[in-house]
């Protein structure tokens, strides 16, 4: 008797079409990678504007972005951004008229790194009682920090790929692929120097990059 080579994709997806919810990974790690078709996320053109900065034990990450709206009354609940190397804690910066109801900048808290207008990110736009319209469009700086240093092989000049996540109020995700500009331009021995705000971080409830 020959025995027969089983097809375990085959396999698989008849026993998810018949009800029972389980991961494919040919399936559903590719469906990760397509972009949203009702976002449409890209970065400006100036390359050097979008980064993953090494700085002060972490990563400072800036990203310039377009986000056009293609569906009608969508919030914003939060953003998330996923890295190609573990990062156990991720943070955005918070809207400087949060923390002290005067300020108009946001800052990473670092002489090393630029400060930015208030009316140039759009952190603040996570923000579920803000409704967009469909053919509406945001422009601006996304700015985080991570507690993780960029690994020693993404080298200074090189490319990083990241995915943007962007929740809606429901909690729907809405991805899209970029690449930040790697730079290890600040002084190493700033760049890792102790006392800065990512060495004991609090941890986001949940855990995640949202």
Same mark, same amino acid.
């Given at each position: 008797?020959?025995?027969?080579?089983?097809d375990h994709?085959?396999?698989?997806?008849?026993?998810?079409?018949?009800?029972?919810?389980?991961?494919?990974?040919?399936?559903?790690?590719?469906?990760?990678?397509?972009p949203?078709?009702?976002?449409?996320?890209? @970065?400006?053109?100036?390359?050097? *504007?979008?980064?993953?900065?090494?700085?002060?034990? /972490?990563?400072?990450?800036? +990203?310039? $972005? %377009?986000?056009?709206?293609?569906?009608?009354?969508?919030?914003?609940?939060?953003?998330?951004?996923?890295?190609?190397?573990?990062?156990?804690?991720f943070?955005?910066?918070?809207?400087?008229?949060?923390?002290?109801?005067?300020?108009q900048?946001?800052?990473?808290?670092?002489?090393?790194?630029?400060?930015?207008?208030?009316?140039?990110?759009?952190?603040?736009?996570?923000?579920?009682?803000r409704?967009?319209?469909?053919?509406?469009?945001?422009?601006g700086? @996304?700015?985080?920090?991570?507690? *993780?240093?960029?690994?020693?092989?993404?080298?200074? /000049?090189?490319?990083?790929? +990241?995915? $943007? %996540?962007?929740?809606?109020?429901?909690?729907?995700?809405?991805?899209?692929?970029?690449?930040?500009?790697?730079?290890?331009?600040?002084?190493?021995?700033?760049?890792?120097?102790?006392?800065?705000?990512?060495?004991?971080?609090?941890?986001?409830?949940?855990?995640?990059?949202r």
């Amino acid at each position: 008797m020959k025995n027969k080579t089983i097809d375990h994709l085959d396999l698989a997806r008849r026993i998810r079409a018949a009800g029972c919810p389980i991961h494919i990974e040919e399936d559903d790690d590719k469906a990760r990678s397509i972009p949203s078709k009702e976002l449409r996320v890209y @970065l400006t053109a100036g390359v050097n *504007e979008s980064r993953a900065i090494d700085w002060s034990g /972490g990563t400072a990450f800036v +990203v310039h $972005l %377009v986000i056009t709206i293609n569906v009608p009354n969508f919030a914003i609940s939060a953003f998330g951004l996923e890295l190609p190397w573990k990062n156990e804690y991720f943070y955005w910066l918070e809207d400087p008229l949060q923390i002290d109801g005067n300020s108009q900048r946001y800052r990473f808290g670092s002489g090393f790194l630029p400060e930015f207008d208030r009316h140039q990110v759009i952190n603040h736009y996570a923000d579920v009682t803000r409704i967009f319209l469909a053919g509406q469009s945001l422009k601006g700086f @996304l700015l985080g920090h991570g507690s *993780e240093p960029i690994p020693e092989e993404f080298r200074h /000049g090189m490319m990083a790929p +990241v995915f $943007l %996540v962007v929740y809606d109020q429901q909690g729907r995700e809405y991805r899209a692929p970029l690449k930040l500009l790697v730079d290890r331009s600040l002084p190493r021995s700033r760049a890792r120097r102790k006392g800065s705000l990512l060495d004991h971080p609090d941890p986001i409830p949940g855990g995640g990059s949202r």
